[in-house]
């Protein structure tokens, strides 16, 4: 089992320009969300995609979109890049579970820095 | 809305001293706690979970936590720590299966 991965592991790109980031889920997994982790914080949630739909969504603008392919894996897309969109972005997949947690299974994360 | 507060942004130990990171939370129903490690330049690994069955929740690599309702705490400990416990220690709450939020998080050092 291969578990979580994403591509690519390092990405540099200057401001205003467009950023695409992939993960493949856990084997087994239907469920795939997206966290932002700057530089000395937590992750931050971004959103959810379960049945190639965003399911849930946290307080990031329109900047960010996402998608999700018939095969479980997602993409994370980022319009006019900021300066703060600097951060490692965590991909995490789950199977879901209506009935209570969907344990979530993170892959090593692709670094992004915008210049 | 749920939110974690992690005590203690750098918690430093001697190699085979207890380890205790702190972590509260608020949210207006028993939520779903965890605890995650990073390591540099790493994703992240869940420790352990809970989930409201047992308080006390073991996890790997020696760890544990227990979960408190009076106190809206689960403090992570470890009886003695490991030079390799090094990393960065995460805290979450989630609720109803979808998003996770975590604390600022703890980098643990463990001196020699």
């Known amino acids: 089992d291969a578990g979580v991965t994403q591509s690519p592991t390092h990405l540099i790109k200057t401001r205003g320009q467009q950023v695409t980031l992939r993960c493949s889920p856990k084997?087994?997994?239907?469920?795939v969300s997206w966290y932002q982790q700057a530089l000395g914080q937590g992750p931050q949630f971004i959103f959810q995609?379960?049945?190639?739909?965003?399911?849930q969504r946290g307080n990031f603008p329109d900047r960010f979109s996402g998608h999700q392919f018939p095969n479980y894996s997602s993409e994370l897309n980022v319009n006019a890049l900021l300066l703060g969109d600097s951060a490692l972005y965590l991909c995490?997949?789950?199977?879901?579970?209506?009935?209570?947690?969907?344990?979530?299974?993170f892959g090593p994360g692709t670094r992004l820095t915008v210049l | 809305a749920q939110s974690v507060t992690q005590l203690g942004s750098h918690v430093s130990v001697s190699e085979g001293a207890l380890v205790l990171l702190r972590c509260n939370y608020s949210?207006?129903?028993?939520?779903?706690l965890f605890w995650y490690v990073q390591y540099p330049n790493q994703g992240l690994q869940l420790l352990l979970k809970?989930?409201?069955?047992?308080?006390l929740v073991k996890g790997i690599n020696g760890f544990e936590a227990e979960f408190k309702k009076s106190e809206t705490s689960f403090h992570l400990t470890k009886p003695s720590a490991h030079m390799s416990d090094a990393a960065e220690y995460f805290c979450?709450?989630?609720?109803?299966?979808?998003?996770?939020?975590f604390g600022a998080g703890t980098i643990l050092r463990v001196k020699s």
């Open positions: 995490a997949s789950s199977l879901d579970y209506t009935g209570g947690h969907n344990e979530q299974f």
């Open positions: 084997s087994g997994h239907d469920t």
């Open positions: 979450a709450v989630m609720r109803y299966g979808n998003k996770l939020v």
């Open positions: 995609y379960y049945e190639e739909e965003e399911r």
């Open positions: 949210s207006s129903v028993p939520p779903y």
């Open positions: 809970y989930t409201s069955a047992a308080t």
